[in-house]
């Protein structure tokens, strides 16, 4: 199936992933310049008004890019609704998502038909961030143009299904647009998603350690330092499953090796400055594929070691494949 139009215009195909507290509209317009989806939360606004100010510094900042570089024009950005219980500011960040007609809406935690048919209504794409296949079904029953596959090792959130399982399942039935999720950090994972059926690499942690992330030079430190097993997979600080740096975990004063479960209350995601909010600060989400960041660059920089890795990657492949 052809891919909608704002997708089929993302020069590289990498969606940079909204991260909870570090996405911001520096990050957005530098990873949209340098060719693939920008992502930020529009929970990151805070207080809420502050959405408005961030989709104008977004919009006018690219479309100044494509009147300047209409040879290497911007991918379209993208903005996350959590779409839960407890976010009270749902329906006033869509109004606003609507007014700026925001080209692709990432859904999570939760499907919506009214919210799919809000943002087709103004021309926009949605794309639905799932963990298994029936929650895959029931996106697309209810509405969304496009999954996100979040397999094991994702950062934030993620599933713990294998990456081949989880996208050949998918593709028995689903032939639209399919990002997958989890652990990519390099050009030859990006090259690999594509082989496996899907159309996007979803890349989360890695953008972490760049210069426009809004995290702590301690925690973009922490992402170069590490790698895989300096990841623990639980449900203790959000109620539900996801992946972080356990040098974070020792320095709130808990053995990571020895975490007690989660009680599932712990999960709120309101406009105030919660428990969530507070948890994602000091324990910091991150996953498995860090063994490939050894430095702080910018966004820019990142994306080109990804585009030199990807082309390396595919000679490699051509050279390599058997004759038959
Ligand atoms: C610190 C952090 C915050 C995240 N916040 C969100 C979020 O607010 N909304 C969301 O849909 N996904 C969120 N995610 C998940 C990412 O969008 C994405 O699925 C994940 O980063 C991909 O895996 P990777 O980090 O291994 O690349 C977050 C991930 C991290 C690491």
């Known amino acids: 199936m052809a891919l909608p139009a704002a997708l089929a215009r993302v020069p590289f195909p990498v969606?940079?992933?909204?991260?909870?507290?570090?996405?911001?509209?520096?990050?957005?317009?530098?990873?949209?310049?340098?060719?693939?989806v920008g992502s930020m939360p529009a929970l990151n606004a805070r207080p809420a008004a502050q959405l408005?100010?961030?989709l104008a510094e977004i919009t006018e900042a690219l479309a100044a890019w494509d009147r300047s570089h209409p040879e290497q024009p911007s991918a379209p950005f993208a903005i996350n609704q959590i779409v839960h219980k407890t976010n009270d500011r749902l329906e006033q960040d869509m109004a606003v998502c609507a007014r700026y007609r925001v080209p692709i809406v990432i859904t999570s935690l939760g499907a919506?038909?009214?919210?799919?048919?809000?943002v087709h209504a103004w021309g926009g794409v949605v794309m639905h961030d799932i963990i298994?296949?029936?929650?895959a079904h029931k996106a697309i029953e209810k509405g969304a143009d496009g999954l996100i596959a979040v397999a094991a090792g994702a950062g934030g959130h993620a599933g713990v299904k294998?990456?081949?399982?989880?996208?050949?399942?998918?593709?028995?039935w689903f032939s639209g647009p399919l990002a997958l999720s989890g652990a990519m950090a390099s050009g030859d994972a990006v090259l690999a998603a594509l082989a496996a059926g899907a159309d996007f690499a979803y890349m989360g942690s890695a953008f972490i350690a760049t210069d426009e992330a809004r995290a702590s030079d301690a925690y973009k430190q922490c992402i170069v330092d590490s790698n895989s097993d300096d990841i623990v997979y639980t449900s203790l600080f959000t109620g539900v499953h996801g992946n972080y740096l356990k040098p974070s975990i020792r320095a709130a004063g808990l053995d990571p090796d020895q975490l007690p479960e989660s009680n599932a209350s712990a999960m709120s995601f309101g406009g105030?400055?919660?428990?969530?909010?507070?948890?994602?600060?000091?324990?910091?989400?991150?996953g498995q594929g860090i063994g490939a960041v050894d430095a702080v660059v910018p966004a820019a920089a990142l994306v080109?070691?990804?585009?030199?890795?990807?082309?390396?990657?595919?000679?490699r492949v051509v050279a390599r494949s058997?004759?038959?």
């Open 15 to 36: 969606i940079g992933a909204p991260l909870f507290i570090v996405s911001n509209p520096k990050l957005v317009i530098a990873q949209c310049m340098a060719g693939i």
């Open 52 to 54: 408005d100010e961030w």
């Open 112 to 118: 919506r038909s009214d919210i799919n048919e809000a």
């Open 132 to 135: 298994n296949n029936a929650f």
């Open 162 to 172: 294998s990456p081949f399982a989880l996208l050949q399942e998918i593709r028995q």
């Open 272 to 286: 105030g400055e919660g428990s969530k909010a507070k948890a994602w600060k000091d324990v910091w989400g991150c």
């Open 304 to 315: 080109a070691r990804l585009k030199r890795e990807y082309a390396a990657a595919l000679q």
């Open 322 to 324: 058997p004759r038959m």
